[in-house]
């Protein structure tokens, strides 16, 4: 009897909770003076530097990096609601990007700058250590396969076939069947939802990471 060809898709998920918080904040004014638009700007922009430089600690934080963007200086002359030219006004903008190792640490923060005249939060994104990312994902591949093998073998059982035996395993695509109708290639993916914005006060709540594991397999059973 011909062996019966076997082709399925092993997937697993596994999450972490989140172990770096990395924020983005504009510091912004704009004014009529140019002179002062940049002081104050500088002025805002250097306070904040000097207080990050005593939370840096590449090992042991709770800053483990941050960088700041060049100096942007600007101006334009908006029109008023009846078409005319009004007096210029000026802009000044730095970003500075901060990651932290303690969650906790980038919430407090965070909640006190928010606060400060001339700051904008731009957005909290979460991620893991590089080693936590690795094992995790080594885990989540080896399930995946495990996942694979129990599929093929519950299609073989249901057509009342013997145990299956493998035959190929790729990352979804190079088997050379393609993805399903719908189904986008996701070889590997990681997942972290946003930052919790709630309540009067400001609050930071660090997000699982999810990684996700997609395999394709190939079985033979008679």
Same mark, same amino acid.
């Given at each position: 009897m011909a062996d019966t060809i076997i082709t399925v898709q092993g997937e697993y998920e596994l999450t972490h909770p989140a172990e770096r918080g990395a924020v983005r904040i504009a510091v912004a004014y704009e004014g009529e003076q140019r002179d002062e638009t940049l002081a104050l700007t500088t002025q805002r922009h250097a306070s904040l530097v000097s207080e *990050?430089?005593?939370l840096h600690n590449p090992q042991t934080g709770p800053v483990t990096?941050?960088?700041s963007?060049? *100096?942007r200086v600007w101006g334009e002359r908006p029109w008023n609601q009846d078409g005319r030219r009004l007096a210029p006004v000026y802009h000044a903008?730095?970003?500075i990007d901060v990651t932290f190792n303690e969650p906790a640490a980038l919430s407090d923060w965070v909640g006190v700058v928010s606060l400060l005249d001339g700051v904008a939060i731009q957005g909290v994104s979460w991620t893991l250590t590089e080693a936590r990312r690795q094992t995790i994902t080594q885990e989540a591949r080896r399930r995946a396969v495990e996942n694979a093998v129990?599929?093929?073998t519950v299609y073989a059982t249901s057509l009342g076939l013997?145990?299956?035996r493998p035959l190929a395993l790729s990352d979804p695509g190079m088997l050379g069947d393609?993805?399903?109708p719908g189904q986008p290639v996701q070889p590997l993916a990681a997942r972290a939802m946003n930052a919790d914005f709630g309540g009067a006060t400001l609050a930071l709540k660090p997000e699982q990471i999810t990684v996700a594991v997609q395999?394709?397999?190939r079985f033979a059973a008679n």
């Open positions: *990050l430089r005593d990096s941050w960088s963007d060049q *100096l903008e730095v970003g129990a599929k093929a013997g145990s299956v393609g993805p399903a395999v394709h397999a």
